[in-house]
């Protein structure tokens, strides 16, 4: 591994900025790197002739002193944003070949700022999943292993390929899309810093949909400061999206002061489960007493209605699902698998194009959005989205920011609970109460687990406080330190 | 007099409530830029968002709500400070999302009211229940190949109201009326062309019957009927036919049917069983719409006067009567004509002119109002030449036919044809004097008590003047000169 692999953004900025190095050295050897990890898995496509075409870019612009705010960053794009003239698939074979003649918000908005793309990141078919094994393209092979043990580790999903690329050195630093946890969870998996921006931060229009009401673009990167960068990159109003919100975008760097004196950490009750493994608990404790060294104050609060947050996510979000899914049907783009009729062509396009996890979902939205059962799922589910919003208003009266575990395990073997949908949706336990009040959540690596593998602590924040989320987040990083290296890179440990 | 289907078992009555689909005039689509135009070659007029590519979002068309309140001012409705889009969820070739963004638990417009203008000049209140807006679909087009079907997305977006009636409507007549007024009423309001066969305006047409006092009976509902005579067909068919059904002892089924135009008829479609799921749910992509209540009241200060209003003042302002005034108010061209026409001259001369020899020759002609050789000024100079004596009401005809072969003004016809009235007494009393003169056994048999050939000595007299003569003053010196 070339010592450019190890940077961060920061860091590669600066040394562009004296010269040290150009993006497109930068790039090359985030290429190189790609092709040497090939076997993680983390990209669907890659790009090397589009990335170097925009690292050469880059340096015109930097040598002519126009250079963005990521100008010359080399990032993995999650295959869920469209990108005009690259293959978008949301790992689906729905999807396969489908090229769009159009550039998300998002990604358009970091191709501005100067980002080089690498290529499309692997994920969850249609976001949908907590292990990166739903993609039509195969799963994806966290850089971590076990002490003493080769077994594959999932990196956790949905953002799983960008979570990877991201830990393996093979990007600088990658997109994700977070539903109800698929930024944070897989951030902690692999040992990086994954942000859920707050809803409406980051424009949705032309990401592809997975949950309307929930799905948020946000940055997965190795430092806070990174995450700090890229989001102001990524964000910002959009006339195009309706739930985008118009907001200034502030220069999230400016909060990284390191200065938490006086603020208050709200430690939720409610996020003391049984069965959480032991070590879970302990990084938490840890988090909250590097807090209260640095000068906060840690207050025990309680979100009442946390344990029904699960259940109304996995109601809304296949609702929303099932609707969103209905536009591919064969007709206009994708797959399209003929049939005897129209309503055959239907069947077999989406029966052979969906996986098992995505017909899953699609299924139980229906269900639940059917007439008779669409009070006491759909309706009861909104109203207890409601109650899980007015605990965080609540609980926000009285502290600044909350601190809690990111994921109720460390990354687990490719293959274990594959077998069993509910105790993978309990992977998202501690990520989805946020999702469902719109509120931004940050995950940062703090250690290793007892296995060797990343743990990861969780803060939330106030709707569009993503600043105090990055200074305290900014903060724990300092605290925990964390420098261990995976496995599984460019170039090896 | 009440519309009554005769049964065996007595008489039925016919309950009727219609669900008007209106496409709203705007430039553009409810949640995209794509244009609304008519006539586009197929898919000419498609967005991403109307394609529902990967990704794509809504956003709500200022215009079209605009459009949609200034709609729900002009029925008198309530209107609604938030309402909401929901999806309404089917799968269907023209449906590209695989749902429809519509208004469902709460329209943007509540309840209001239609007056309906019946024969005779009566008039009668008819509720409305709702209004909402909601995007059309594509089209199907099945006929282009063998085996296949085509479809054009020119369409799939477009703003529609759905305009929903109480179920007030008793007769194929009032039917026919209510369509009528609220397409007046649209156009008037310039939010919905009302062309029907354009398809910019269809109906669904909700039937039942029952004995008249009793509860209401079961309903069909006809759907996308595209006039207002096919209305008034499948309401005369509809109701027959449940009378049948239920007389010879059977149940209506509720159901969705279509009309067959080829021979006047209802069919099923499908019966309540098969009827979709539509899964309606709030739009995720769209915020609740939130009106600001100072914009409806910028909407309201622009709206026009409407039929009703206007009825009103031709009735009250220019005497006319209710039947006139009612058939020149339907159209708001026709109205804004007879208000040019009218303007400055006795308006029920005017009336009787524009709904007289104006639109009879309109008629005749195949003409619209707009491509008239005669304006509504030219129109209103001839009156004024009536009104101040310079011609009589009969040569008035003859100048009109000419004016509508050379478009020329009123007074350069009667110039150039010399059709002045003759209101000097010189020349009708010398005419007079020499009719007298040639006729003395004519003037003796007047004198001796056949006091009717006055009328023989007018029509001579205007003889004798080209017809020039004012009909008033011949009578008058005729009655002197003849009474010696």
Same mark, same amino acid.
């Given at each position: 591994?070339?010592?450019?692999?190890?940077?961060?953004?920061?860091?590669?900025?600066?040394?562009?900025?004296?010269?040290?190095?150009?993006?497109?050295?930068?790039?090359?050897?985030?290429?190189?790197?790609?092709?040497?990890?090939?076997?993680?898995?983390?990209?669907?496509?890659?790009?090397?002739?589009?990335?170097?075409?925009?690292?050469?870019?880059?340096?015109?612009?930097? /040598?002519?002193?126009?250079?963005?705010?990521?100008?010359?960053?080399?990032?993995?794009?999650?295959?869920?944003?469209?990108?005009?003239?690259?293959?978008?698939?949301?790992?689906?074979?729905?999807?396969?070949?489908?090229?769009?003649?159009?550039?998300?918000?998002? +990604?358009?908005?970091?191709?501005? /700022?100067?980002?080089?793309?690498?290529?499309?990141?692997?994920?969850?078919?249609?976001?949908?999943?907590?292990?990166?094994?739903?993609?039509?393209?195969?799963?994806?092979?966290?850089?971590?292993?076990?002490?003493?043990?080769?077994?594959?580790?999932? !990196?956790?999903?949905?953002?799983?390929?960008?979570?990877?690329?991201?830990?393996?050195?093979?990007?600088?630093?990658?997109?994700?899309?977070?539903?109800?946890?698929?930024?944070?969870?897989?951030?902690?998996?692999?040992?990086?810093?994954?942000?859920?921006?707050?809803?409406?931060?980051?424009?949705?229009?032309?990401?592809?949909?997975?949950?309307?009401?929930?799905?948020?673009?946000? !940055?997965?990167?190795?430092?806070?400061?990174? /995450?700090?960068?890229?989001?102001?990159?990524?964000?910002?109003?959009?006339?195009?999206? +309706?739930?985008?919100?118009?907001?200034?975008?502030?220069?999230?760097?400016?909060?990284?002061?390191?200065?938490?004196?006086?603020?208050?950490?709200?430690?939720?009750?409610?996020?003391?489960?049984?069965?959480?493994?032991?070590?879970?608990?302990?990084?938490?404790?840890?988090?909250?007493?590097?807090?209260?060294?640095?000068?906060?104050?840690?207050?025990?609060?309680?979100?009442?209605?946390?344990? %029904?947050?699960?259940?109304?996510?996995?109601?809304?979000?296949?609702?929303?699902?099932?609707?969103?899914?209905?536009? %591919?049907?064969?007709?206009?783009?994708?797959?399209?698998?003929?049939?005897?009729?129209?309503?055959?062509?239907?069947?077999?396009?989406?029966?052979?194009?969906?996986?098992?996890?995505?017909?899953?979902?699609?299924?139980?939205?229906?269900?639940?959005?059917?007439?008779? %059962? %669409?009070?006491?799922?759909?309706?009861?589910?909104?109203?207890?989205?409601?109650?899980?919003?007015?605990?965080?208003?609540?609980?926000?009266?009285?502290?600044?920011?909350?601190?809690?575990?990111? /994921?109720?395990? !460390?990354?687990?073997?490719?293959?274990?609970?594959?077998?069993? !949908?509910?105790?993978?949706?309990?992977?998202?336990?501690?990520?989805?109460?946020?999702?469902?009040?719109?509120?931004?959540?940050? +995950?940062?690596?703090?250690?290793?687990?007892?296995?060797?593998?990343?743990?990861?602590?969780?803060?939330?924040?106030?709707?569009?406080?993503?600043?105090?989320?990055?200074?305290?987040?900014?903060?724990?990083?300092?605290?925990?330190?964390?420098?261990?290296?995976?496995?599984?890179?460019?170039?090896?440990? | 007099?009440?519309?009554?289907?005769?049964?065996?078992?007595?008489?039925?009555?016919?309950?009727?409530?219609?669900?008007?689909?209106?496409?709203?005039?705007?430039?553009?689509?409810?949640?995209?830029?794509?244009?609304?135009?008519?006539?586009?070659?197929?898919?000419?007029?498609?967005?991403?968002?109307?394609?529902?590519?990967?990704?794509?979002?809504?956003?709500?068309?200022?215009?079209?709500?605009?459009?949609?309140?200034?709609?729900?001012?002009?029925?008198?409705?309530?209107?609604?400070?938030?309402?909401?889009?929901?999806?309404?969820?089917?799968?269907?070739?023209?449906?590209?999302?695989?749902?429809?963004?519509?208004?469902?638990?709460?329209?943007?417009?509540?309840?209001?009211?239609?007056?309906?203008?019946?024969?005779?000049?009566?008039?009668?209140?008819?509720?409305?229940?709702?209004?909402?807006?909601?995007?059309?679909?594509?089209?199907?087009?099945?006929?282009?190949?063998?085996?296949?079907?085509?479809?054009?997305?020119?369409?799939?977006?477009?703003?529609?109201?759905?305009?929903?009636?109480?179920? *007030?409507?008793?007769?194929?007549?009032?039917?026919?009326?209510?369509?009528?007024?609220?397409?007046?009423?649209?156009?008037?309001?310039?939010?919905?062309?009302?062309?029907?066969?354009?398809?910019?305006?269809?109906?669904?047409?909700?039937?039942?019957?029952?004995?008249?006092?009793?509860?209401?009976?079961?309903?069909?509902?006809?759907?996308?009927?595209?006039?207002?005579?096919?209305?008034?067909?499948?309401?005369?068919?509809?109701?027959?036919?449940?009378?049948?059904?239920?007389?010879?002892?059977?149940?209506?089924?509720?159901?969705?049917?279509?009309?067959?135009?080829?021979?006047?008829?209802?069919?099923?479609?499908?019966?309540?069983?098969?009827?979709?799921?539509?899964?309606?749910?709030?739009?995720?992509?769209?915020?609740?719409?939130?009106? *600001?209540?100072?914009?409806?009241?910028?909407?309201?200060?622009?709206?026009?006067?409407?039929?009703?209003?206007?009825?009103?003042?031709?009735?009250?302002?220019?005497?006319?009567?209710?039947?006139?005034?009612?058939?020149?108010?339907?159209?708001?061209?026709?109205?804004?004509?007879?208000?040019?026409?009218?303007?400055?001259?006795?308006?029920?001369?005017?009336?009787?002119?524009?709904?007289?020899?104006?639109?009879?020759?309109?008629?005749?002609?195949?003409?619209?109002?707009?491509?008239?050789?005669?304006?509504?000024?030219?129109?209103?100079?001839?009156?004024?030449?009536?009104?101040?004596?310079?011609?009589?009401?009969?040569?008035?005809?003859?100048?009109?036919?000419?004016?509508?072969?050379?478009?020329? *003004?009123?007074?350069?016809?009667?110039?150039?044809?010399?059709?002045?009235?003759?209101?000097?007494?010189?020349?009708?009393?010398?005419?007079?004097?020499?009719?007298?003169?040639?006729?003395?056994?004519?003037? *003796?048999?007047?004198?001796?008590?056949?006091?009717?050939?006055?009328?023989?000595?007018?029509?001579?007299?205007?003889?004798?003047?080209?017809?020039?003569?004012?009909?008033?003053?011949?009578?008058?010196?005729?009655?002197?000169?003849?009474?010696?």
């Amino acid at each position: 591994m070339s010592n450019l692999n190890n940077l961060t953004i920061s860091d590669a900025l600066d040394g562009m900025e004296k010269g040290d190095f150009s993006a497109r050295e930068l790039t090359e050897a985030h290429i190189s790197a790609m092709e040497k990890t090939r076997e993680l898995n983390a990209y669907i496509v890659e790009t090397p002739e589009i990335a170097l075409e925009m690292a050469d870019a880059s340096d015109k612009k930097r /040598a002519a002193g126009d250079a963005g705010l990521m100008e010359g960053i080399p990032i993995a794009m999650k295959d869920l944003f469209c990108t005009e003239g690259t293959q978008t698939t949301a790992a689906s074979r729905i999807l396969d070949g489908f090229v769009p003649t159009y550039e998300s918000t998002v +990604s358009g908005n970091l191709w501005n /700022a100067g980002a080089v793309m690498l290529g499309k990141s692997n994920l969850d078919q249609f976001a949908m999943g907590s292990a990166n094994i739903t993609s039509y393209y195969g799963n994806v092979i966290n850089p971590w292993q076990r002490k003493d043990s080769d077994a594959q580790l999932t !990196p956790g999903g949905s953002s799983g390929g960008s979570a990877a690329s991201v830990a393996a050195r093979s990007a600088m630093a990658a997109t994700g899309t977070d539903t109800g946890g698929s930024i944070r969870q897989p951030a902690a998996f692999s040992g990086i810093v994954g942000l859920k921006p707050t809803y409406g931060r980051c424009s949705r229009w032309g990401v592809i949909a997975f949950a309307s009401s929930l799905d948020q673009a946000g !940055p997965m990167t190795r430092s806070v400061r990174d /995450a700090a960068i890229m989001l102001e990159a990524m964000a910002g109003y959009d006339a195009k999206d +309706s739930t985008s919100v118009n907001v200034a975008v502030p220069c999230y760097q400016k909060a990284l002061t390191g200065d938490i004196r006086g603020l208050k950490v709200g430690i939720p009750k409610e996020y003391r489960m049984d069965g959480t493994p032991k070590e879970i608990d302990e990084a938490w404790e840890q988090g909250i007493e590097w807090l209260k060294s640095a000068g906060a104050e840690p207050v025990e609060i309680s979100l009442p209605h946390t344990k %029904y947050a699960l259940p109304a996510y996995y109601i809304i979000a296949p609702a929303e699902c099932s609707s969103n899914l209905a536009r %591919y049907d064969g007709v206009r783009y994708g797959l399209r698998v003929d049939g005897e009729s129209l309503d055959d062509m239907y069947e077999r396009t989406r029966g052979e194009g969906f996986g098992d996890e995505v017909k899953r979902r699609i299924l139980i939205g229906t269900y639940v959005l059917s007439a008779g %059962y %669409y009070d006491a799922y759909y309706n009861k589910a909104r109203r207890v989205r409601t109650l899980i919003a007015n605990d965080f208003k609540k609980a926000y009266e009285s502290v600044d920011v909350i601190l809690t575990p990111t /994921a109720p395990s !460390p990354a687990f073997g490719i293959g274990e609970k594959m077998d069993d !949908p509910i105790a993978m949706y309990l992977n998202d336990v501690f990520t989805v109460p946020a999702s469902l009040a719109g509120l931004p959540g940050i +995950s940062i690596p703090t250690g290793l687990s007892s296995e060797g593998t990343p743990l990861g602590l969780q803060l939330l924040g106030k709707a569009f406080d993503e600043e105090t989320v990055l200074k305290v987040a900014g903060v724990v990083e300092e605290a925990a330190g964390f420098s261990a290296l995976p496995q599984l890179m460019a170039g090896g440990k | 007099m009440s519309y009554r289907i005769k049964g065996n078992t007595g008489e039925w009555e016919v309950v009727i409530g219609l669900e008007v689909h209106a496409q709203v005039i705007s430039k553009s689509k409810l949640f995209s830029g794509a244009a609304t135009k008519f006539g586009a070659d197929p898919n000419h007029h498609v967005s991403l968002v109307d394609a529902a590519m990967p990704g794509m979002l809504p956003v709500l068309n200022k215009e079209v709500v605009e459009q949609g309140v200034r709609t729900g001012l002009g029925l008198r409705a309530q209107i609604n400070m938030k309402s909401v889009f929901e999806r309404k969820n089917y799968f269907y070739a023209d449906l590209p999302q695989g749902y429809q963004i519509s208004q469902f638990l709460e329209p943007i417009v509540g309840e209001g009211t239609i007056t309906l203008d019946l024969e005779g000049g009566d008039v009668r209140e008819v509720g409305v229940e709702r209004m909402h807006l909601e995007q059309d679909a594509g089209k199907s087009v099945h006929d282009q190949h063998p085996t296949q079907s085509y479809i054009d997305l020119n369409r799939s977006g477009v703003a529609l109201m759905e305009i929903v009636s109480k179920p *007030d409507l008793r007769s194929p007549e009032e039917a026919g009326a209510y369509l009528r007024k609220l397409r007046s009423i649209l156009r008037y309001l310039g939010t919905c062309d009302g062309n029907m066969d354009e398809g910019s305006m269809r109906a669904d047409v909700n039937v039942s019957v029952r004995k008249p006092g009793d509860e209401l009976g079961t309903r069909t509902e006809t759907k996308n009927v595209n006039s207002i005579r096919y209305v008034q067909q499948t309401i005369e068919h509809e109701s027959k036919r449940q009378v049948k059904i239920l007389e010879e002892g059977g149940e209506i089924v509720q159901e969705t049917r279509l009309f067959d135009a080829s021979n006047g008829t209802t069919r099923s479609m499908r019966s309540k069983e098969e009827a979709h799921d539509y899964r309606y749910f709030p739009d995720p992509d769209l915020l609740p719409l939130v009106l *600001d209540p100072a914009w409806v009241e910028e909407i309201k200060a622009t709206i026009p006067e409407l039929p009703d209003e206007k009825k009103e003042r031709f009735i009250n302002d220019f005497g006319l009567s209710a039947y006139d005034a009612g058939i020149l108010v339907a159209d708001r061209e026709k109205a804004m004509f007879y208000e040019e026409v009218a303007e400055g001259r006795d308006p029920k001369l005017a009336a009787n002119w524009v709904m007289g020899d104006f639109f009879g020759a309109l008629n005749k002609s195949g003409l619209s109002l707009d491509a008239s050789p005669v304006s509504a000024k030219q129109l209103g100079g001839l009156i004024g030449l009536i009104k101040d004596n310079t011609i009589s009401g009969r040569i008035a005809k003859e100048v009109f036919e000419v004016m509508w072969e050379t478009s020329k *003004d009123a007074d350069t016809i009667v110039e150039e044809k010399g059709l002045k009235q003759i209101t000097d007494t010189g020349p009708i009393e010398a005419a007079i004097d020499e009719i007298m003169a040639a006729n003395p056994e004519q003037v *003796d048999a007047f004198r001796g008590g056949n006091e009717k050939l006055i009328g023989w000595f007018v029509g001579q007299t205007m003889k004798a003047t080209g017809g020039k003569a004012n009909p008033g003053m011949v009578n008058q010196l005729l009655k002197k000169k003849l009474a010696g």
